[in-house]
């Protein structure tokens, strides 16, 4: 596919659109006085100065982000959390009422919920039993009007990454937008997407601060795709989507990378001791590979086990209604003590 033809892909409302121009996009130099956005001149009631509209465009963030990323600054688009990166992507690629997305369950449930705001119908190929895309039903599945096919990897809730051959057929036979969700790249051994950006234009990437960097509360979200698809989304978003405290302290966070990569190993490490901890407990029936920060557990009983946990203050995801997790509890893995109380609870559960 070339881009030209992805850009065909777009809404014909948002090929055309004039986005609206803010104060900052008109003047962007150095001045000594700023009378042009109705902001207050005076400051605001906090210490920081916050009393100035963020930069549209994140310029300082997206270049140092460009650099640890290895990408170039025009190939990223940066939301109020990857959710909003979801729900633009159908803004400004689905036609309510027409188009369809490719969604294939179990997995991360905004996919489906941004599709049905936008109302755009969703057509789902389910993973195969150890949790792969059908490659076979994707492809039977796709029409005239599918505008885009969403993989998550490594997947929630399964927690695998996606195999890249299967993945390689979709976008090179799919004439529609793919999309690699990599929330939780940073704890799998395997390559990000990223670096196949330049080969693939119709395929769109995206990361968040959420995860490895341990910035949820911050919400920012990345997307990594051709500069025409990111124009695409610039002009479609709102003016000042990142606001900036959230621009500032990203960038602080990037400067620090060394620390998210400490944070990282000692997850991985947690993780490889949970799964050795749980694997040994009798309710535990099956504890699924991870490439996350996350174990997908079977247990005999996993609504008991829910309830259970949750009477002993302990809050895990109950997944058991998704397709292929039948009995299947989702755990985040926590700080060493809160692993080996989840651990120990268990055990006494087990004793009862
Ligand atoms: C696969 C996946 N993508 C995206 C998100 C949300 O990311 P953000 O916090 O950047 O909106 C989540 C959150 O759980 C997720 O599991």
């Given amino acids: ?10 809404r014909p409302n948002i090929l055309t659109l004039k986005p609206y ?3 900052r996009d008109e003047f962007k ?25 963020p930069d549209p465009l994140q310029v300082k963030l997206k270049e140092k982000i ?7 600054p025009n190939q990223i688009f940066l939301g109020n959390g ?72 490594p997947n929630n809730p399964s927690a695998n990454i996606m195999d890249v051959e299967n993945v390689k057929m979709i976008l090179t036979k799919f004439p529609g937008i793919v999309i690699i969700d990599e929330a939780y790249i940073d704890f799998s051994e395997k390559k990000s997407w990223i670096e196949e950006l330049n080969r693939y234009p119709n395929l769109v990437v995206m990361q968040t601060f959420s995860k490895a960097w341990g910035m949820a509360g911050l919400r920012l979200g990345m997307l990594f795709a051709h500069p025409q698809i990111i124009s695409l989304m610039n002009k479609t978003k709102p003016p000042y989507n990142v606001n900036e405290c959230t621009q500032k302290l990203a960038f602080a966070a990037l400067s620090n990378k060394n620390h998210k990569d400490e944070m990282v190993k000692m997850l991985l490490s947690e993780r490889a001791n949970l799964i050795n901890g749980l694997s040994a407990l009798k309710p535990v029936k099956k504890v699924y590979p991870s490439d996350a920060n996350f174990l997908l557990v079977k247990f005999n009983d996993a609504g008991k086990m829910y309830k259970d946990l949750m009477n002993r203050s302990i809050i895990v995801r109950n997944r058991s209604s998704m397709p292929g997790c039948d ?25 009862k």
Avoid: W
């Avoid at 700023?34 to 100035?52: H, I, K, P, T």
């Avoid at 509890?329 to 559960?349: A, S």
């Fill in 1 to 10: 596919m070339t881009i030209e033809e992805t850009v065909k892909l777009a």
């Fill in 327 to 351: 009995n299947c509890l989702r755990i985040t893995v926590g700080k060493p003590d809160e692993n080996k109380r989840l651990i120990q609870t268990i055990k006494e559960l087990d004793t």
């Fill in 66 to 72: 460009a650099e640890v990323k290895q990408v170039n």
């Fill in 21 to 23: 121009a803010c104060a």
């Fill in 82 to 153: 990857s959710d909003e990166a979801i729900d633009l992507l159908y803004r400004v690629f689905c036609q309510p009422g027409q188009d369809s997305v490719i969604i294939q369950p179990p997995t991360y449930g905004m996919y489906g919920v941004s599709a049905n705001i936008n109302d755009v119908k969703i057509l789902e190929a389910p993973l195969t039993p150890d949790f792969q895309p059908d490659v076979e039903k994707v492809i039977s599945l796709t029409g005239a009007y599918t505008k885009m096919i969403f993989f998550c990897s």
């Fill in 29 to 53: 130099g150095q001045a000594d006085i700023f009378l042009d956005a109705n902001e207050n001149s005076m400051g605001s009631v906090l210490s920081e100065a916050m009393n100035r509209y």
